[in-house]
T-cell receptor, first 115, second 115 residues
Framework: AQSVTQLDSQVPVFEEAPVELRCNYS??????LFWYVQYPNQGLQLLLK??????LVESINGFEAEFNKSQTSFHLRKPSVHISDTAEYFC?????????????FGAGTRLAVHP | NAGVMQNPRHLVRRRGQEARLRCSPM?????VYWYRQLPEEGLKFMVY????????ESGMPKERFSAEFPKEGPSILRIQQVVRGDSAAYFC?????????????FGPGTRLTVT
């Protein structure tokens, strides 16, 4: 069965420090990979996605993630975080089943950026 | 172009009452997905609907829960005889087609509290 593991439930970090949020998945078939961000009391917003092509994908606000097929990982990184990056981050895989894609989410990582 | 709309944003019900959650997909989208987020957990798939059809309800609890997406109007997730364990955030997502179902756009969610 497909699953997504986010290894850290909480990541505290100081402003302007680098951060890495880890995500591993298990799947015997090709998948699409996503990172979503959820700000307090809001819905999920797509941060970035890997569908095919270059294994390094970037978002408009400085985050990047690298698809590593051999390690079945899709870790999210940012070289310098802001207070406004404080949020919960969810890694997800899209599994093609029955003619459509079902999203399977990790449990989330709460990023807390401190001044 | 309005995003996915959900209402109400917050809903309080006493045990035994019914909860009705509404979701209007993005304009041009005819595919709707419902997810449940329990406290401190990631999102779990519940049901996938197209207009007037339930495609996949493998994530729905067997009793008390039902979903519909009529030809006209929003998609409805209905929970009968609510219990405390139903307290959660319920998110709706939409996509324009099954081919693009890997890319789902999420609404702000309905936070259900059962007292």
């Amino acid at each position: 069965a497909q699953s997504v593991t986010q290894l850290d439930s909480q990541v505290p970090v100081f402003e302007e420090a680098p951060v890495e949020l880890r995500c591993n998945y298990s799947s015997s078939v090709s998948v699409y990979l996503f990172w979503y961000v959820q700000y307090p009391n809001q819905g999920l917003q797509l941060l970035l996605k890997y569908l095919s092509g270059s294994t390094l994908v970037e978002s408009i606000n400085g985050f990047e993630a690298e698809f590593n097929k051999s390690q079945t990982s899709f870790h999210l990184r940012k070289p310098s975080v802001h207070i406004s990056d404080t949020a919960e981050y969810f890694c997800a895989v899209s599994l093609l089943s029955g003619g459509y894609n079902k999203l399977i989410f990790g449990a989330g990582t709460r990023l807390a950026v401190h001044p | 172009n309005a995003g996915v709309m959900q209402n109400p944003r917050h809903l309080v019900r006493r045990r035994g009452q019914e909860a009705r959650l509404r979701c209007s997909p993005m304009k041009g989208h005819s595919h709707v997905y419902w997810y449940r987020q329990l406290p401190e957990e990631g999102l779990k798939f519940m049901v996938y609907l197209q207009k007037e059809n339930i495609i996949d309800e493998s994530g729905m609890p067997k009793e008390r829960f039902s979903a519909e997406f009529p030809k006209e109007g929003p998609s409805i997730l209905r929970i009968q005889q609510v219990v405390r364990g139903d307290s959660a955030a319920y998110f709706c997502a939409s996509s324009p087609s099954s081919e693009s179902s890997y890319e789902q756009y999420f609404g702000p969610g309905t936070r259900l509290t059962v007292t």
